[in-house]
């Protein structure tokens, strides 16, 4: 049985929380010890074991307590209560370039975060090679880091955390920085951790990188650790956290039942919307409700690669409209449009839609997406008698989607091609 490297107790981390400042003053000084705050527990006896050698994914909504719990396994914060032990060299990929001096330069600034780090000279200069190459930001590393960029500066930040080559790495969420080809090589890197044999804990909302990299997976919801078990059946887990269609009891976690009708709880209601959505059209139909379905009639707001699934949206007639065209468009997260069709491209003859009456209207498929983020644009539009082109409510970016996979291909859509190799001689 491997060793824990990492042993996580009943821990605990309780904020106090002032509506003003000056009310931690009068706290500090009143003779009745009057309470001026309340308690705000980011943690709540939270147990964790990570073996030697493992790859252990933490999935959980923003604010469940994920990164406290980092920062307490690498002692930038205390707990309140518990025990924390973890054994070895650490590397944490928490707040890339945090200790950073902006006036000195790129080279100057890993020679500090080194010695800052209990490194000799010797041990530091052998380092620079590798984390120059990795940064691949040419002649600024003799340049003020105040002068970077945004990217030039978390690509040395990370190279300077990944050479480190510790015992375990910590990473929240920091795989995603630079462009598309620099995060390319930070997951080759990530990789050969887990090759060598190194223990990770790793933070993240990719349920695809859990599915991927992760030998177990723990999920976090408001401070409280729900459950840990298999990567796909956490991530099957946070699928609902994601959506409140969880609920805590006695044996574990369990699907919440719906026990209202759709036409009293919105399905949007379900979805992280789009504050930033564009919606516009004269109002004669309007899109009054959307989600997206699984299987069994759930809505989701992540889906399974190669599982069937239903975006559906319900529209409200508010005037006679002929021959109404509706349409479902599914981009990228830089917006291109990569897939989508609409009533007309279907060949569907409605008739004519009178006011006051309200339809579903339902687009059913097999997600053939690769796993990834998309947006999902809806819209009501037709061609009046003159040929014009009529928009009566377009929704643009409305709502997110989560393809999950454990398979990736090259590209957005997975083919199903096979590869056959056969000998000829």
């Known amino acids: 049985m491997p060793e824990p490297v990492i042993v996580v ?17 009068k706290e500090a000084l009143d003779p009745r010890r009057k309470k001026y705050h ?11 074991t990570v073996y030697k ?16 719990l980092l920062k307490i396994l690498t002692g930038v914060t205390s707990q309140t209560s518990g025990d924390v032990r973890v054994d070895g060299k650490v590397t944490a990929l928490l707040e890339l370039g945090a200790g950073f001096n902006l006036e000195m330069t790129g080279m100057e600034n890993i020679f500090l975060n080194g010695t800052m780090q209990g490194m000799k000279r010797q041990e530091i200069e052998k380092m620079v090679p590798a984390i120059v190459e990795f940064a691949d930001i040419g002649e600024f590393i003799d340049q003020p880091v105040k002068t970077y960029s945004s990217g030039m500066f978390v690509r040395l930040a990370f190279a300077l955390a990944i050479n480190v080559n ?8 920091a795989l995603s920085v630079g462009d598309i080809y620099f995060q390319a090589k930070c997951y080759r890197k990530f990789e050969d951790f887990k090759k060598a044999g190194k ?24 401070g409280k650790k729900l459950a840990e078990g ?40 379900s979805l992280v919307l789009n504050p930033n959505k564009l919606d516009y059209g004269d109002g004669k139909m309007c899109i009054v409700d959307f989600g997206l379905f699984n299987e069994d009639g759930a809505i989701i707001q992540s889906v399974t690669k190669q599982r069937e699934c239903t975006f559906k949206m319900r529209v409200r007639i508010k005037e006679d409209v002929q021959s109404p065209i509706f349409a479902l468009t599914i981009k990228d997260i830089k917006g291109n449009e990569l897939t989508g069709t609409n009533s007309q491209f279907e060949m569907l003859d409605i008739p004519l839609l009178h006011g006051g009456e ?26 009046d008698e003159r040929g014009e ?14 393809v999950v996979a454990s398979k990736f291909v090259v590209g957005y859509f997975d083919m199903g091609m096979e590869i056959d190799i056969k000998r000829t001689k």
Request: hydrophobic share 35%.
């Open 9 to 25: 107790k009943g821990v605990g981390k309780t904020y106090y929380l002032y509506r003003k400042p000056s009310d931690r003053a």
């Open 389 to 402: 082109f009529v928009v009566h409510h377009r929704l643009y970016d409305v709502f997110f989607f989560n």
């Open 230 to 269: 298999s990567p796909k059946s956490m991530v099957d887990l946070y699928k609902k956290v994601a959506v409140n269609l969880h609920n805590q009891s006695d044996d574990g976690v369990e699907m919440k039942e719906q026990t209202t009708s759709i036409q009293e709880v919105p399905w949007k209601s």
């Open 358 to 383: 309200e339809y579903v209207v339902s687009f059913r498929q097999t997600m053939t997406l690769t796993g990834g983020q998309y947006l999902v644009s809806l819209g009501c539009t037709r061609f």
């Open 38 to 48: 309340h308690d705000f527990y980011a943690l709540s006896d939270v147990d964790l």
């Open 166 to 173: 510790p015992d375990v790495l910590i990473v929240d969420e």
């Open 199 to 222: 223990t990770i804990l790793f933070v993240t909302h990719d349920m695809n990188s859990v599915l991927r990299y992760c030998d177990r997976a723990m999920v976090l919801h408001e």
């Open 53 to 68: 050698g493992e790859t252990v994914g933490i999935l959980g909504r923003n604010g469940s307590g994920k990164s406290t």
